[in-house]
């Protein structure tokens, strides 16, 4: 599985993991609800500084987004 569909599954089962929707993640990262779908999809590649946003966001470290 390449990095890009690993963030996809992690990113999902981290935001489930908390109860969080889609849309209540987005808010909570300032990040808009589709660019959350698109990123669980493994359809968009997000810059480095956005994996930080999402990991501050979840309560993890990047790496556990990202292996």
């Given amino acids: ?3 890009q569909h690993r963030l996809a599954v992690n990113l999902r089962r981290l935001r489930t993991n908390k109860a969080l929707s889609q ?3 987005g ?5 808009h609800r589709t660019y959350v779908s698109d990123l669980e999809r ?5 810059t480095i ?4 946003t999402l990991a501050k966001a979840l309560g993890v470290s990047v790496s556990d ?3």
Avoid at 27 to 31: H, S
Avoid at 42 to 46: E, F, G, I, S, V
């Fill in 65 to 67: 987004l990202l292996l």
């Fill in 23 to 25: 849309e209540a993640f």
């Fill in 42 to 46: 493994a359809a968009r590649n997000p």
């Fill in 1 to 3: 599985m390449d990095v």
């Fill in 27 to 31: 808010d909570e990262a300032g990040i």
């Fill in 49 to 52: 500084r956005v994996v930080e």
